[in-house]
Each structure stands twice: as C-alpha cells, then as structure tokens.
C-alpha cells in the first residue's frame, strides 16, 4: 500500500489550497478515505472522511463549510479542498486508509502553513 500527499504549500490568511492523495497497490475503490491533520505540539486530529463510493462525507466541525473531500477512484485519489484558510489551520496534513476501527496505512504527509 502506498499513499503519496501533495499540495502543501505556503498560503495567506482567506487563501485555498487543493492537497490531493494518490494511492497504489490496493484496490482504491473499496475503501473509506481520511484526511488527517498534525500541528506542532498537539496530536494528529481527524479533518474529513469519505466513504469508498464517495457518497458519504464527514467533517471535523473546525472545517465544516470551509473544506471538501471528495474523491475520484478511476484515478485512485482522494483531494481535499481548503477554502477560507485560517492560521489555525497550519499542520501537516496526512491522507489515510481508513478501517472501521481507524487508518492502518499513511502517507508522509504534506505541510500547509497559513500566513501573511
């Protein structure tokens, strides 16, 4: 299983970013996804989830109405739209597998720093 981020970036106070995760060696179709988010000092924390087909999405309420998760598994990857970014937002973002019970599989992750 192999999960790559890219997008990270350096952005302004209100900017977006577009942070995507292609996935291999499995099949990408039949599992949930995740987006996880690390900052300095604190533990990593769950931003959004969606389900295999893509039909099911849930949100951290620190990101309800500023961020989308979305999906498109002919190309095996997940995306996540950041809209409206606050420096609060600043972490390193991680995309996992998702199992009923958590992620087992990771990407290195990607850094998002948010200001001016």
């Known amino acids: 299983v192999q999960l790559e981020e890219s997008g990270g970036g350096l952005v302004q106070p209100g900017g977006s970013l577009r942070l995507s995760c292609t996935a291999s060696?499995?099949?990408?179709?039949?599992?949930?996804m995740s987006w996880y988010r690390q900052a300095p000092g604190k533990e990593r924390e769950l931003v959004a989830t969606i389900s295999s087909g893509g039909s099911s999405v849930n949100y951290a309420d620190s990101v309800k109405g500023r961020f989308t998760i979305s999906r498109d598994n002919v190309k095996n990857t997940v995306y996540l739209q950041m809209n409206s970014l606050k420096p609060e937002d600043t972490a390193v973002y991680y995309c996992?597998?998702?199992?009923?019970?958590?992620?087992?599989?990771w990407g290195q992750g990607t850094q998002v720093t948010v200001s001016s």
């Open positions: 060696a499995f099949t990408f179709s039949t599992y949930a």
């Open positions: 996992g597998r998702s199992r009923s019970w958590g992620v087992d599989y």
